[in-house]
């Protein structure tokens, strides 16, 4: 079955720094991977996938993920963190089912903290 | 543009009651998915809709969970006869279409508590 695994419940950062939210994947086939960012008692609000081509994807909000297929790891990125930044971040993968049309299998989410 | 509403943003209800969620999907999106996200817990998948019809609903926890779409725009999940562990923030997300490579745009959710 095709999942994500976040290994980290909580990261905390200081704004400015740069931040990483981690992620990996276990699939049979090819990846299809995506980030997705929740605010409180908000949807979750899509910031960018993996499905080929070059291994640094570029997303909202200046986000960017770096696919690696040696790791089977698409960690989230971003060189300088904000306050705003501060929410739950989900790492998600398509299924393999097309009848179901491919929903997303999702990780637990992370709860990215930004400190001023 | 408009994007993926749902209504009621909160439902509190009794053990037992009966309960309807509405989702409206962005306009022109013919996949419709309907996910369950318990407290800590990423969403998980309930069912999906390719049109009208239900392609997919292997997700549905049991036979009180059943949802339409009868004109291919707007769903109804309904939840029948609702236990206390029901509760659980249900969320809508829609689709340019169902192949895989296209992201899905989720609504802000319904929250439901059941007491």
């Known amino acids: 079955a095709q999942s994500v695994a976040q290994p980290e419940d909580q990261v905390n950062v200081a704004e400015g720094n740069p931040l990483t939210v981690k992620c990996t994947y276990s699939v049979s086939g090819n990846p299809y991977l995506f980030w997705y960012v929740q605010y409180p008692n908000r949807g979750l609000q899509f910031l960018l996938k993996y499905i080929t081509g070059d291994n640094l994807v570029k997303g909202s909000y200046g986000f960017e993920a770096e696919f690696n297929k040696s790791q089977t790891s698409f960690h989230l990125k971003k060189p300088s963190a904000l306050v705003s930044d501060s929410a739950l971040y989900f790492c998600a993968v398509r299924g393999s089912n097309s009848n179901s049309g491919y929903a997303l299998n999702f990780g637990k989410g992370t709860s990215l903290l930004v400190t001023p | 543009g408009a994007g993926v509403s749902q209504t009621p943003s909160n439902k509190v209800t009794e053990k037992g009651k009966y309960v309807e969620l509405r989702c409206d999907p962005i306009?022109?999106?013919?996949?419709l998915y309907w996910y369950r996200q318990s407290l800590g817990q990423g969403p998980e998948f309930l069912i999906y809709f390719q049109g009208t019809g239900a392609a997919d609903d292997s997700g549905l926890p049991n036979d009180r969970f059943f949802a339409v779409r009868p004109e291919g725009s707007v769903s109804t999940l309904k939840i029948q006869r609702t236990e206390r562990g029901d509760s659980a923030v249900y969320l809508c997300?829609?689709?340019?279409?169902?192949?895989?490579?296209?992201?899905?745009?989720f609504g802000p959710g319904t929250r439901l508590t059941v007491t």
């Open positions: 306009s022109g999106h013919t996949a």
């Open positions: 997300a829609s689709s340019v279409g169902g192949g895989g490579s296209y992201e899905q745009y």
